[in-house]
Nanobody, 116 residues
């Protein structure tokens, strides 16, 4: 059974930091491209950051460049998203996604709220 389990969400003040983690099981993790998506109320889900299977290449959407860092540990089957300088507009449900060929899996999401 494939599972992607996110953790690390919460409420933080503007300018603060959070670190999200996603633990994967049931897949050959080091074959999968991993990504973080987010969805704010009333908005479409968007890709935030992605990392290739070896951890050599990363992608960030423009709104988080310089503030967020995606990383992975293939020995521990985890992918993380370090979020710094958080803004109210970063408030959303954050989802972990893994993709390899035709296989795609999603986590259940973790809520991030940025508010004073």
């Amino acid at each position: 059974q494939v599972q992607l389990v996110e953790s690390g969400g919460g409420t933080v003040q503007p300018g603060g930091s959070l670190r999200l983690s996603c633990a994967a099981s049931g897949i050959i993790f080091n074959s999968y491209t991993m990504a973080w998506h987010r969805q704010a109320p009333g908005k479409e889900r968007e890709l935030v950051a992605a990392i290739d299977s070896a951890g050599n290449r990363t992608y960030y959407t423009d709104t988080v460049k310089g503030r967020f860092t995606i990383s992975r540990d293939n020995a521990k089957n985890t992918v993380s998203l370090q979020m710094n300088s958080l803004k109210p507009e970063d408030t959303a449900e954050y989802y972990c996604r893994g993709r390899y060929a035709e296989n795609e899996y999603w986590g259940q999401g973790t809520q991030v709220t940025v508010s004073s």
